[in-house]
């Protein structure tokens, strides 16, 4: 068997394999959220911040971003600068960006915003890439202030008592997959998401494809390139 027919069948095997393989999909969810912040005149442990996390899950077997724009602050703007944890960056004057890893597991970005700030409108694009198999990266937002002594998450009717929207990212999420929650205690106010709307999910192609048709490629360059060499050895003859 020659070396030309051994490197196409190699490369043929391994398009096969890849087709046989689960196909990784990227799946994004866009959706806009509208904050009601006017509960917080009753929080008198201000200064406040805005807060968004993306920590990893076991599901995401590859890179998985959250992407936050066109904020919007009714009688209030946003504040001094932001605090970024792992591979957040990014400022709520433009757009903030979380991408979840393997590499970086916590991912947090929280920014001020001034005291008196009645609703706060965002959107948000969220993408993940792989399989959901156990336990599920997550997206979450929430609100500071400095009960503590520092930035702390003000008291939600979350399972964790601290977010006003989680969601866990999924193989196809929808509008539905996103969970909402209100400020509890007394010092929060009636804080609330008062609208979370206007989702679209779009799957895009699956990377096994892409894979596959990059093989492709390479058995017809392989073709291509060992066909000269026959052409001369008949010229020599």
Do not use: W
Not at 30 to 35: I, T
Not at 52 to 65: D, E, K
Not at 131 to 153: C, E
Not at 185 to 210: F, H, Q, R, W, Y
Request: with cysteine.
């Amino acid at each position: 068997m020659n070396s030309a027919f051994k490197l196409r069948l190699s490369i043929l095997g391994t398009a096969l394999a890849l087709l046989g393989g689960p196909a990784l999909h990227a799946q994004t969810l866009n959706f806009n959220v509208d904050l009601n912040t006017a509960g917080l005149s009753a929080d008198t442990f201000a200064p406040f911040d805005l807060d968004f996390q993306l920590n990893y899950g076991n599901s995401a077997l590859l890179t998985s971003t959250a992407v936050l724009s066109n904020f919007s602050f009714t009688s209030g703007t946003a504040l001094g600068t932001a605090t970024t944890i792992g591979s957040a960056s990014g400022n709520l004057a433009g757009a903030v960006t979380l991408t979840a890893s393997s590499s970086s597991l916590n991912n947090e970005f929280f920014q001020q915003f001034s005291p008196g700030t009645t609703d706060i409108k965002f959107n948000a694009l969220i993408t993940e890439l792989g399989p959901n198999v156990g336990a599920p990266t997550q997206f979450t937002v929430g609100i500071l202030d400095n009960s503590l002594g520092f930035p702390a998450q003000i008291f939600t009717t979350a399972p964790d008592t601290a977010n006003l929207l989680t969601l866990n990212l999924a193989d196809s999420n929808t509008l539905a997959s996103i969970n909402t929650f209100a400020g509890v205690s007394s010092a929060d106010g009636s804080i609330s998401l008062s609208n979370v709307s206007g989702a679209s999910s779009v799957p895009e192609p699956a990377t096994t494809a892409t894979l596959v048709g990059g093989a492709g490629l390479l058995v017809a360059f392989g073709l291509r390139r060992f066909r000269p060499a026959s052409k001369c050895q008949n010229l020599a003859a």
